[in-house]
């Protein structure tokens, strides 16, 4: 069971996590709607006309304390989302960057730049998942126990801010299995999927430990229990009809990677993994359907020479 790869950021801005997000503009502060003495009925107007007041400063003329409450709340709010949507856009930028650095194998500047990612913004559990699998990909390269502890503890912090990360469960099933704990790793699988009965993930990870440990059967089980959870999860029909194939069952794999185009494909290489199968599938079917019929007894009349019909 490979390491799944680093987690690319998601900007809620709405720009590609690749973008440079300090060229971006900052959100504005949000527009007051201030109250003004003339809409009420209630106001004298003689207090209007006698008030030392202009139009300008009437905000606070009829209740000062509820719109000066109001408007120091909302100046508090603004400074607020401000603040976070600039941690956010420090912490995707840092993650993207350690992120390409790690898939050119600059394995120790990815990790600085997720450990800055973390620090800009302590709550995004990707920056801690990020940290973890380059931390467990150094520990593996250098056989470094140290550094397997501090990556298994990183996962936890990952799980800690998101308990049904995917990504995170499995690179911290891979490291138990790794470690020799693989009982550690099927009940970290299990007791996910027992608290989230309605998910399809948990089961679709247990299905690839299952699968990598020699049990295909056990395997299909939750890979179909998988499906039945969530029928519009690609990932489940993906793995189902990989499993199917892998088993010697074309015909039903080929209807599983069918399913997989009808959902859109899925993220990632899905898509084009599903249609490229189909095709291979298609011809290996037909191939032997062809091969059937031409071995299986069937004679072609020879022509009778001579006959009075014509």
């Known amino acids: 069971?490979?390491?799944?790869?680093?987690?690319?950021?998601?900007?809620?801005?709405?720009?590609?996590?690749?973008?440079?997000?300090?060229?971006?503009?900052v959100p504005s502060k949000p527009r007051l709607r201030l109250w003004r003495p003339e809409s009420s009925p209630e106001t004298n107007s003689s207090l209007l006309e006698n008030s030392e007041l202009d139009d300008r400063h009437g905000i606070g003329l009829r209740r000062p304390w509820m719109t000066w409450s109001y408007l120091i709340a909302s100046l508090i709010a603004g400074i607020t989302i401000t603040t976070l949507a600039g941690c956010h856009w420090a912490s995707a930028s840092q993650n993207s960057q350690g992120a390409a650095m790690?898939?050119?194998?600059?394995?120790?500047g990815a990790m600085e730049q997720f450990q800055k990612a973390i620090a800009s913004?302590?709550?995004?559990?990707?920056?801690?998942y990020n940290l973890a699998a380059t931390t467990h990909r150094l520990g593996n390269q250098r056989q470094d126990p140290n550094l397997i502890r501090q990556s298994e503890a990183l996962y936890n912090q990952c799980l800690d801010h998101?308990?049904?990360?995917?990504?995170?469960?499995?690179?911290?099933?891979?490291?138990?299995?790794?470690?020799?704990?693989p009982d550690r790793a099927f009940t970290l699988l299990k007791n996910w999927a027992a608290q989230n009965p309605t998910l399809a993930e948990p089961r679709i990870e247990l299905a690839r430990l299952y699968e990598e440990h020699g049990e295909p059967q056990t395997a299909l089980k939750y890979l179909e229990d998988a499906v039945q959870t969530d029928a519009n999860n690609p990932r489940a029909w993906l793995a189902l009809a990989r499993l199917r194939e892998s088993s010697g069952d074309p015909v039903q794999a080929l209807q599983n990677y069918q399913r997989v185009l009808a959902l859109g494909g899925g993220v990632g290489g899905s898509s084009a993994l599903a249609t490229e199968r189909v095709a291979a599938l298609s011809r290996q079917i037909n191939s032997a359907n062809d091969a059937r019929l031409n071995s299986g007894g069937t004679q072609i009349a020879s022509p009778a020479f001579g006959s009075t019909r014509y």
């Not at 590609?16 to 060229?23: D, G, I, L, R």
């Open 162 to 181: 998101d308990p049904n990360h995917v990504d995170c469960h499995r690179g911290l099933a891979v490291l138990l299995v790794d470690s020799g704990r």
């Open 1 to 25: 069971m490979p390491i799944p790869a680093i987690r690319q950021p998601v900007i809620d801005s709405g720009l590609p996590a690749s973008q440079n997000p300090s060229t971006q503009p």
């Open 102 to 108: 790690y898939n050119q194998g600059q394995y120790t």
């Open 121 to 128: 913004n302590p709550k995004d559990p990707d920056g801690y």
